[in-house]
């Protein structure tokens, strides 16, 4: 090992995922599956989730990951005050994010805690949405 005390972060190398569909899913629960008893049971999906996945959008999904992307950085230490780079651009968008896809139904804000790491002290932020429930 050289004389640097710091170690090279490893390199992610991208591979390929298949991402199951909710047909891969429907076809999953109309196949019969044998749990050791008499007859095999069937497997029943709950409509009120596949409703909600029916509206996850591939493209909506991409481009958060585009846009966060684009903000050069998520590194904790990075810059907190530049409106397109950094830590603190990334948390501002998906503060403001939340916010408009909340539809004035979810609490987002900020939950700042203290951090510390190889001498460095700062603030950090998470970003928080609460949805109030009814009881």
Request: glycine share 10%; no cysteine.
């Amino acid at each position: 090992m050289g004389a640097s005390s710091s170690q090279a972060l490893p390199t992610i190398v991208p591979s390929a995922v298949r991402v199951l569909t909710l047909d891969d899913l429907r076809a999953q629960a109309a196949r019969p599956v044998n749990f050791g008893g008499d007859a095999p049971v069937g497997l029943a999906l709950n409509p009120e989730i596949v409703a909600m996945l029916e509206e996850v959008s591939r493209q909506n999904l991409i481009a958060y990951v585009r846009q966060l992307e684009s903000f050069g950085t998520r590194n904790t230490f990075s810059a907190i005050d530049q409106p397109d780079f950094g830590i603190g651009a990334a948390r501002d968008w998906i503060l403001s994010e939340m916010t408009r896809v909340g539809g004035g139904r979810l609490q987002v804000s900020f939950q700042d805690y203290p951090m510390a790491f190889e001498g460095v002290s700062n603030t950090q932020r998470n970003v928080v949405g609460v949805l109030p429930g009814t009881g």
